[in-house]
């Protein structure tokens, strides 16, 4: 059994967007977003409806970015935080576009982008989109309290990103190109503590990351940046940790959405960001454009999921974690 | 844009297996289970944990059946309606699969093997797994009351069945074949009453259905079997009323997984069955091995899932719902 896929034919990302909240705009990377909603209720009544029209958003400028229609795009994977993956349903309903739902919490666009990839790679679909977000708001009061209780963070603590991405997969187009993946699995190494998922899924990522570099024969330095979700602070220096024990410096070539996303001098994220939106809205809106202009030729991304939810988490459980790798690269072969 | 998709080279479902509960085992399709467990806890401490071992459970006798190990799987697709689909996590975290998570609500079994028989027919898997489950004790407390407050339940309500499915999709063996599916759309004609899902799933149902039908040029006669996930009374008819609206009769061959599972003379079931267990163990158990014995030739398999969720459906949200359609087949050709 092999994680990796080589895409024989290999896809195209044709388009992508990303859409952030107000923190988001004023971090390092505000610029390369395609909006900012400076209203944490993107003008709906709840937080959660918020959170769906982010993806809408996201949608809707992707599309508009290739002068692509909705009608134009053979199936959307999607998928989010919320219970029953709401932000996708009610975000993607009126797009009239089949649709696949998937969950795979903050690892969402990775898991989207491989099927996506997968689809159109065998001709089952010409052209396949993935979408996800996340909401600090509706998520801290769904896995954590209400906000309104101001309960306070630990230092290991991750801010969830408002934010959403959106991305088009083509059987035709120029780079960036989907050259293979790795499908992770479940590693659950006894973290029970909600707040500090980075320590959770730093396995997951070492996992998936490591079982990419062994069945491709591929070395760290074969790679400009090996980018994980949003391990953030605690985790990334795990991840680190972890690959030295087998004798792998990831040092070098290692970033992390988490800790690119916010300024650590003048937001208050503690351990980074986190979220499905986060590392989504990185992707879409920063480095695919930097791929696209070669300024990076070829990136690992390898995004992470804590999969625990709050009742299973309050009945005693640890976390279980994954991370889907996706070779995104410049050139074909 | 097409929903449908006919796989070129066409996988076969090497094994199924169904486990379910006590009220289960003792409905009309009691003796297709592979294990019955009359104790909702599954011998665990809480129905979320027993939830999980509904599909560690299917899973094992899955592979026990085809004399599979864990390590023969490429890939697991599976969820379910817990939030954070964590009867699949927890269920299957000890396999050590490459799993990629889905959300379709009760239309996840056909969601599950809709992608697994897309990477196996492609190449990128030589065996695909799909799983899926649902508990009625985890759903009640989590979508409606908890069992300890006896809310009554309408007429319309349907019973979510304790059950779990699971399935292996291979690039070789015998039938039954997949040999196609259509992805559905979302479809949302603004029902708002959660104990009234079939009436919000029957036009996804129909929608999905007659897309195949329309894209394959078939008739619903060239099926012996249309059988939908778990409309119950009242989506069924729902669903024969829309069809014939548009001079379709699907009357003489619709069956309905939520219609199968319980008898309605001895069993409190209201309008029917409902849950990702239902139709997953109804295929799994009952269907499959029928097509393999050419007692059934071609069955269109249109599961159906309600997108909503308590948090939205509070709000004052519509539900969103979803079919997808796989055409299984006892003939590769």
New interface residues.
């Given amino acids: 059994?092999?994680?990796t896929?080589i895409f024989?034919s290999v896809p195209s990302i044709i388009s992508s967007a990303a859409v952030g909240g107000k923190m988001e705009g004023e971090g390092p990377l505000g610029q390369y977003f395609d909006k900012i909603n400076d209203d944490p209720y993107l003008s709906t009544?709840?937080f959660?409806?918020g959170e769906s029209k982010l993806q809408k958003e996201a949608m809707l400028h992707m599309l508009q970015k290739a002068s692509l229609k909705p009608?134009?795009?053979?199936?959307i994977f999607g998928?989010d935080?919320?219970?029953?993956?709401?932000g996708t349903?009610?975000g993607?309903?009126d797009l009239?576009?089949?649709?696949?739902?998937?969950?795979?919490?903050c690892s969402t666009m990775a898991?989207g982008l491989?099927?996506a990839s997968?689809?159109v790679?065998?001709?089952?679909a010409q052209k396949a989109a993935a979408v996800t977000s996340s909401h600090f708001c509706s998520a801290e009061r769904?896995y954590r309290y209400p906000l309104n209780y101001g309960g306070q963070r630990p230092p290991t603590a991750q801010w969830t990103a408002t934010a959403g991405g959106a991305l088009c997969v083509s059987a035709e187009g120029e780079a960036p190109f989907v050259r293979g993946c790795a499908?992770?699995?479940?590693e659950?190494l006894g973290i029970t503590d909600a707040n500090n998922m980075g320590a959770a899924m730093a396995p997951a990522a070492w996992s998936t990351i490591s079982a990419f570099l062994r069945e491709t024969n591929k070395l760290p330095s074969d790679f400009d940046m090996i980018l994980t979700g949003d391990l953030g602070k605690v985790g990334s220096r795990l991840l680190c940790e972890l690959a030295e024990k087998e004798n792998t410096d990831l040092r070098s070539v290692h970033s992390d959405c988490g800790l690119m996303l916010y300024s650590f001098e003048d937001q208050d994220v503690h351990a980074g960001g986190s979220g499905c939106g986060c590392c989504a809205s990185v992707l879409c809106g920063y480095i695919l454009p930097k791929i696209q202009r070669s300024e990076l030729h070829n990136v690992l991304f390898a995004a992470t999921g804590a999969?625990?939810?709050?009742?299973?988490n309050q009945?005693g459980?640890t976390i279980?974690s994954?991370s889907?790798a996706v070779w995104i690269s410049d050139s074909r072969e």
Same sequence: chains 1, 2.
């Fill in positions: 059994m092999k994680q896929i024989g009544e709840t959660e409806q009608d134009d795009i053979d199936i998928g935080l919320l219970n029953q993956c709401t349903t009610y993607i309903r009239n576009i089949p649709f696949l739902g998937l969950y795979g919490a898991e491989i099927c997968a689809f790679s065998s001709g089952y769904q499908i992770g699995k479940i659950d999969l625990m939810s709050p009742t299973l009945q459980e279980p994954i889907h």
